[in-house]
């Protein structure tokens, strides 16, 4: 599902920015951070580096899930 909202993302023309607790392969117009969203202090670190980098967050997609194997 979060593959899914990225690449329709990316056809509207999106630079698309991942928080997964899980590395994840490079991708064009995809930036990644590795963030524990139970920690507050991560979370912290991540948003003030996407406001650092990219100055501004102009949509925010919610796309959580746990999958057992």
């Not at 909202?5 to 590795?34: F, T």
Request: proline share 3%; glycine share 8%; net charge negative.
């Amino acid at each position: 599902m979060g593959k899914g909202c990225v690449d329709l993302l990316h056809s509207q023309g999106a630079m698309v920015i991942g928080w997964d607790i899980a590395d994840s392969p490079p991708m064009e117009n995809y930036w990644h951070y590795i963030v524990d969203v139970r920690k507050e202090d991560a979370i912290s670190a991540a948003l003030n580096d996407v406001f650092t980098r990219f100055g501004k967050v102009d949509a925010l997609v919610n796309c959580a899930g746990i999958f057992s194997s």
